[in-house]
């Protein structure tokens, strides 16, 4: 049992050329391999595998970030094929209206490449900002699978992981005011609005949580963790009118984002499985041990899942 995670399944847009993504053609294609080659579980027999604790052969489609990608373009793919997917959506851009700080740095990035971004940095930032630039996790275990250049490498580290969540706050308020515009226009325009959460749900979807700002969940306190998981559930429980399964997918993922205290909050929140990234098949003893750790696949590990080609770089 293999579950796949996508992120960004998009056409090319001018506005932002360095953007990385799987275009929809790239989607529609490895859809196909899978197809052939494994199969797909059913959302029934993978609910089961919870309590038989036998693995079913096949792929399973996981989709990060509640993009509105995923509503344009891999929702209305899926019921074509009439297939299913889980679909993790992180809900504090709703009360802010302003882009997660993850998706800021991404567009960033895609709009001006790693290099601009790079430097535009490097007038902001200062070392007492980079309070988990020494963590060692965080050095040598992120963005290892991707064909990121060194630029965008090091800002992705920077944004993500080094710097306190405080001080990103303001930097990337300051780029954002330089560099992108109307962002109001942006955040509607990129994220799942409430109703079409409702409605891929409705359609036979399982919606879960990606939390409230996509942190990284082994930088945050006992507490501040639990806010990040019940707080999400509770928003998505709302707009739903009720989940039907509570599923929780760790922000970045990866054993260095999370800790045994994240599981704990898990479970005692009756959520019934979470994803990591792992590249692994999912065991039986997943199912039956560890169902807050389950494997996942990136997309890119598989025949056209690559990326986009990115405008000069």
């Known amino acids: ?11 090319q847009s001018k506005d932002y050329p360095y953007f990385r993504f799987l275009h929809v053609d ?7 391999f899978f197809e052939k080659e494994f199969g797909f579980v059913s959302k029934e027999n993978f609910i089961e595998s919870f309590t038989t604790g036998i693995p079913v052969n096949g792929v399973i489609l996981t989709f990060d970030d509640g993009l509105k990608d995923h509503y344009q373009f891999v929702f209305s793919e899926l019921q074509k094929r009439n297939l299913w997917g889980i679909f993790y959506v992180s809900t504090g851009n709703y009360q802010s209206k302003q882009l997660l700080g993850v998706h800021a740095t991404h567009l960033l990035l895609g709009k001006y490449g ?7 940095l490097l007038e902001i930032i200062t070392d007492d900002m980079l309070i988990d630039k020494k963590v060692s996790s965080f050095r040598n275990n992120t963005y290892i699978t991707q064909s990121n250049d060194e630029y965008t490498t090091e800002v992705k580290k920077i944004l993500n992981y080094y710097i306190s969540y405080e001080a990103r706050e303001k930097v990337l308020a300051i780029l954002k005011e330089k560099l992108l515009e109307a962002e109001e226009k942006i955040v509607k325009d990129f994220y799942l609005s409430l109703d079409e959460i409702k409605e891929m749900q409705d359609s036979g979807m399982i919606i879960g949580s990606h939390s409230v700002d996509h942190s990284v969940m082994s930088k945050l306190s006992f507490q501040q963790q639990q806010y990040q998981i019940e707080t999400s559930f509770e928003f998505l429980e709302k707009i739903t009118k ?16 999370f800790t045994n205290e994240t599981e704990s909050i ?8 979470s994803f990591n990234v792992e590249p692994r098949d ?25 990326v986009a080609d990115i405008a000069g770089e």
């Open 1 to 11: 049992m293999k579950a796949i995670m996508y992120h960004y399944v998009r056409e």
């Open 26 to 32: 790239d989607f529609k294609k490895q859809l196909n």
């Open 114 to 120: 790693g290099k601009k971004i790079w430097e535009a």
């Open 242 to 257: 009720g989940l039907v399964y509570k599923t929780f997918c760790y922000p970045y993922g990866g054993f260095h984002s």
């Open 266 to 273: 898990l479970t005692n929140n009756k959520c019934l499985f």
């Open 282 to 306: 999912i065991s039986a003893d997943d199912l039956i041990n560890r169902k807050q750790a389950l494997p996942r696949y990136d997309c890119n590990m598989f025949e056209s899942g690559q």
